[in-house]
């Protein structure tokens, strides 16, 4: 019995429209017409799309960028880190035990700082339709790398063969 009032959504609203309207009728958003990038962020990371990310041609504007630096500015010495996984879990970061939350953000801060993390992506949407989108996922990028490396030295052709078969059907799902 709820009613639910979404007048950009009722109205076939622009995404301008949309945004001059919460302007004129003092909704706090945080986009505007000149930087109208949506962002959703979590403890992994960040994606942003609209704007001119809409067009695949269009290289992203640094300003989208918040957890990564530009690899063209990034330190030129390289960066070695350890990590340390225990049953697939990573524990510790050259040394150090913590928490994964902590470390997420201690790696993830190492890894943008020199440029890794950066993807762009068009994806195809539940609903059917195709989307850019730019993420940024400093420490789920080195995470994910020195896992595999991790498997291939543990698991062999047959066992690797059969987890990504299983992964992406479970991805699928």
Not at 17 to 30: F, W
Not at 106 to 131: N, P, Y
Request: with cysteine; hydrophobic share 40%.
């Amino acid at each position: 019995e709820l009613k639910i009032v979404a007048p950009a959504r009722e109205w076939g609203m622009s995404r301008e429209e949309t945004i001059a309207y919460a302007q004129r009728h003092g909704i706090p958003v945080p986009v505007t017409v000149a930087s109208p990038y949506s962002t959703d962020e979590n403890l992994w990371g960040r994606s942003i799309e609209c704007g001119i990310l809409e067009d695949p041609w269009a290289e992203p504007p640094e300003e989208v960028y918040l957890w990564t630096k530009n690899p063209a500015e990034a330190p030129n010495e390289p960066c070695y880190v350890e990590i340390i996984f225990e049953q697939g879990v990573p524990v510790a970061l050259d040394g150090e035990e913590m928490d994964g939350v902590s470390l997420i953000g201690k790696l993830g801060g190492i890894a943008g700082e020199h440029g890794v993390g950066r993807i762009d992506h068009l994806e195809d949407r539940l609903v059917g339709i195709k989307s850019r989108e730019i993420y940024e996922t400093p420490a789920g990028t080195v995470l994910i790398a020195a896992h595999r490396a991790l498997e291939n030295m543990a698991l062999s052709k047959d066992q690797l063969r059969f987890k990504e078969r299983v992964a992406q059907e479970y991805a699928e799902l």
